[in-house]
């Protein structure tokens, strides 16, 4: 079972690399930024949930 951490993770990256090269392609660094950072959000977030899932594996195997 994967974590919904994960799961909103790999979204959110999505959603920052959809935002990010809309930025781009309008010459709209905020945008850009924005998407930049929505995208290491959302890393994070997977990151942390990859976490978890590893945690209670190891839990489950123990």
Request: no cysteine; aromatic share 2%; glycine share 14%.
């Amino acid at each position: 079972m994967v974590d919904k951490d994960r799961v909103e993770g790999k979204a959110e990256q999505a959603k920052g690399s959809l935002k990010k090269g809309a930025g781009e392609m309008m010459g709209d660094e905020k945008m850009k930024a924005e998407g930049q950072a929505d995208k290491a959000e959302g890393k994070v977030q997977d990151t942390y949930g990859a976490a978890k899932d590893k945690a209670r594996d190891t839990l489950n195997k123990g």
